[in-house]
T-cell receptor
C-alpha cells in the first residue's frame, strides 16, 4: 500500500459546526503532516506529528485541533471556523521530518459558509 | 512563453516540445530538493528528487538540474504531452527541518 487516503473528499460546514478530517497511511511512515492550500498558492504547513507526538504547530488558530490516535491515522478537528478557512486541506506522510519526500493524499476540499 | 504577475506564473508550450520550469530556492543549506506535480483538485504528486551532492538527475522524460552556486533548480520535461498540464512546485528541505515550497508554475500544453 503506497498511498495516503483522506476523507471526506468534500466538506461544507457552517461556522458553528464541528467536523473532522481524517487521514490514513499504511506505509509505516512515522511522520504525518497537515497542510492548508489556498487557490493558486503552495501548500502551507500547519502541523507535524513525529512518532505520534505533535512536534510542530505553525501558529495555527485553536479552532483547528490535530490528533494522532496511532501511527497510521491523523485527524484534524474543526470547530467554529471562519469563511477564510475554506481551502484544500492536505495530509502527507514520510519516514520522518526532513528525511525524504513526503507523500500527499488527495486532500479534502473544505467550504465554510 | 512564460508570464509572471499577480497570478500563478504560467508556462505555455506546444505539445511535443520540451518544457523547462525554473525555481529559485532560498536556503543555501538545503540538501534535498523535490519536484511535485499537482493536477486540479488533487494532491501534489512526487515527480523527481535530487540531493545537493548531485547536479543532475534523470527520470522517465524528466530531468532535474541543480545549480547550487546560484541556488537554482530546474525541471525539464521532454516531449511535453497534454497530460503534463498541471501546476509544478519545487520544494527544498534542510535535513531535520520541513519542506519549503516554491510559489509554483502552471504548465499549459497547447495542442
Amino acid at each position: 500500500d503506497t498511498e495516503v487516503t483522506q476523507t471526506p473528499k468534500h466538506l461544507v460546514m457552517g461556522m458553528t459546526n464541528k467536523k473532522s478530517l481524517k487521514c490514513e497511511q499504511h506505509m509505516g511512515h512515522r511522520a504525518m503532516y497537515w497542510y492548508k492550500q489556498k487557490a493558486k498558492k503552495p501548500p502551507e504547513l500547519m502541523f507535524v506529528y513525529s512518532y505520534e507526538k505533535l512536534s510542530i504547530n505553525e501558529s495555527v488558530p485553536s479552532r483547528f485541533s490535530p490528533e494522532c490516535p496511532n501511527s497510521s491515522l491523523l485527524n484534524l478537528h474543526l470547530h467554529a471556523l471562519q469563511p477564510e478557512d475554506s481551502a484544500l486541506y492536505l495530509c502527507a506522510s514520510n519516514l520522518g521530518p526532513g528525511t525524504d519526500t513526503q507523500y500527499f493524499g488527495p486532500g479534502t476540499r473544505l467550504t465554510v459558509l | 512563453g512564460e508570464s509572471v504577475g499577480l497570478h500563478l506564473p504560467t508556462l505555455s508550450v506546444q505539445e511535443g516540445d520540451n518544457s523547462i520550469i525554473n525555481c529559485a530556492y532560498s536556503n543555501s543549506a538545503s540538501d534535498y530538493f523535490i519536484w511535485y506535480k499537482q493536477e486540479s483538485g488533487k494532491g501534489p504528486q512526487f515527480i523527481i528528487d535530487i540531493r545537493s551532492n548531485m547536479d543532475k538527475r534523470q527520470g522517465q522524460r524528466v530531468t532535474v538540474l541543480l545549480n547550487k552556486t546560484v541556488k537554482h533548480l530546474s525541471l525539464q520535461i521532454a516531449a511535453t504531452q497534454p497530460g503534463d498540464s498541471a501546476v509544478y512546485f519545487c520544494a527544498e528541505i534542510n535535513y531535520g527541518q520541513n519542506f519549503v515550497f516554491g510559489p509554483g508554475t502552471r504548465l499549459s500544453v497547447l495542442p
